[in-house]
């Protein structure tokens, strides 16, 4: 299933443990992005439905996407009203790229484990070494368990901040 949210558990874990230091927006934003590849092929009936955008060539063209992406709304924003849910304006570059790098390469890892389509290391290389490497279920639960980790951990941050500034 394309844009599923199983991929954002892990982004999630990460920034609770580095949240000034990776966005979790342009985590999911990159992996979205890769997926409406998959969503473009299954809709016209395409196959590879995981094609060149879950390479690690192609998901380099996401991050750098991503970016740009980031760069231009904050430029329009800066000149016209936009709105700010997530407080995406505050993001630094160094965020959005680490956020964008980690949600893309971490979108191919995990997709080369479940599906037999992909072809990660192409053009250097046709074989997905990872396909089947843990059962499907299992990955989907750790992907649910670093989510419930990194919510918690977020959430734990937040109530600290929020007592320490109560004092």
Not at 115 to 140: E, F, K, M, T
């Amino acid at each position: 299933m394309p844009v599923t949210p199983f991929h954002f558990g892990p982004g999630a874990v990460l920034h609770a443990l580095a949240p000034k230091h990776i966005s979790f927006l342009a985590y999911c934003s990159a992996n979205v992005l890769i997926d409406i590849e998959s969503l473009y092929n299954l809709i016209n009936r395409r196959e590879p439905v995981h094609a060149f955008f879950h390479t690690y060539v192609g998901a380099t063209l996401v991050i750098v996407g991503t970016f740009a992406l980031f760069v231009a709304l904050r430029w329009f924003a800066n000149r016209y009203w936009l709105p700010n849910p997530f407080d995406w304006r505050r993001l630094t570059m160094r965020q959005v790229g680490v956020g964008a790098a980690l949600g893309a390469y971490s979108h191919v890892l995990l997709d080369s484990v479940m599906h037999s389509d992909i072809r990660p290391l192409a053009p250097v290389s046709i074989d997905n070494v990872l396909l089947g490497i843990i059962s499907l279920s299992a990955l989907h639960w750790w992907c649910i368990a670093l989510g419930i980790v990194g919510l918690a951990g977020v959430g734990a941050r937040r109530l600290i901040a929020g007592s320490k500034s109560a004092a």
